[in-house]
């Protein structure tokens, strides 16, 4: 193990939301778990975080719990429905809140939800928000609003974790798709970066997130975001109080040897933070889904970093 630099795994560890049944992979539940399963098995299982399941699906994941044993259980990140308008969002989280709380009570030794994720719809405001937490508890909450509704989001997010005991809450952001006009731009990243960093809101992401590097995808026919540039600009953003102008260089940044991974420090030329910080502001730059487990690796083992 002594080959990966110290700086990687504090950049990557628990990094990949694995969302293996949503697009471009798309498979069904079973595969998708059995996925799950086998890499928690691997070398590589430092780099994995929690499985995205939809409330949905929760019945029908018990059945396959058996892949899972005490060492290796199902962490899962629940995905709740997305909602049009307030009222369907309050209904909607009733039962979410009952799912979640029927599996985590199924089989305390194999599957446990370990977070919360779901679309915040335009008009909800901070007492909704706010009874949300009476309803979830302490369970950590991501909360998605498209870029546009960023800076509003995760100030909402802000004031409601500034009057709790443990921020519970964060934002989410959506940095692709399968079509090009599903990528946010580097600015609107950079912003929504910049914001959560200032406020100390926990931030994770989602989608287009499949390779470390910023780089032109021909099956998007766009440039899809790397995801060192987006969790290394979220961590040095916050470290050096970058404006969004800086954060955005970062993003654009396609080229390998900018990064630099040692057992002390992870740098992006001549910015740097070292073991013990990083570590620090990983705790607000939490993961990214990734329909694929095994691109993101594959990847890094090319340009050298794995």
């Known amino acids: 193990m002594g080959e990966i630099a110290v700086s990687l795994r504090g950049l990557l560890a628990r990094s990949i939301d694995y969302a293996g049944m949503f697009p471009p992979c798309q498979l069904e539940l079973e595969p998708s778990l059995k996925n799950q399963a086998q890499y928690l098995r691997t070398a590589d299982a430092w780099m994995l975080s929690a499985f995205v399941l939809p409330v949905e699906q929760f019945v029908t994941a018990k059945q396959f719990l058996t ?31 009952a799912a979640i709380r029927s599996l985590s009570t199924h089989n305390v030794d194999l599957v446990s939800v370990s977070q919360l994720e779901m679309f915040l719809p335009p008009d909800i405001d901070s007492q909704l928000l706010n009874e949300t937490r009476s309803i979830l508890g302490t369970l950590p909450t991501f909360w998605e609003a498209p870029p546009d509704r960023a800076e ?13 005991d443990t921020p519970t809450f964060g934002y989410k952001l959506r940095t692709g798709g399968v079509t090009a006009d599903a990528f946010p731009t580097t600015v609107q990243i950079a912003q929504s970066l910049v914001t959560p960093a200032t406020h100390q ?36 953003a916050a470290e050096y109080k ?22 002390e420090f992870f740098a992006w030329r001549e910015w ?22 095994d691109e993101p690796r594959e990847d890094l083992r090319a340009l050298g970093f794995l």
């Open 272 to 293: 740097k933070i070292d073991i013990k910080r990083l570590q620090d502001r990983r705790k607000f730059v939490t993961s990214f889904g990734s329909c694929s487990f």
């Open 67 to 97: 892949e899972f044993d005490p060492l290796h259980p199902l962490q899962v990140s629940a995905l709740g429905p997305k909602t049009e308008n307030a009222a369907a969002f309050r209904a909607a989280l009733a039962k979410t809140n």
């Open 201 to 236: 809101v926990p931030i994770k992401f989602t989608a287009g997130l499949h390779h470390p590097l910023r780089m032109f995808r021909d099956e998007v026919k766009t440039k899809m975001h790397g995801f060192l540039n987006v969790l290394g600009a979220a961590v040095l």
């Open 242 to 263: 970058w404006d969004s102008r800086q954060a955005a260089l970062m993003l654009e940044d396609e080229n390998a040897d900018s990064f630099s991974f040692t057992d």
């Open 152 to 164: 509003q989001t995760i100030a909402l997010v802000a004031e409601l974790d500034s009057n709790a």
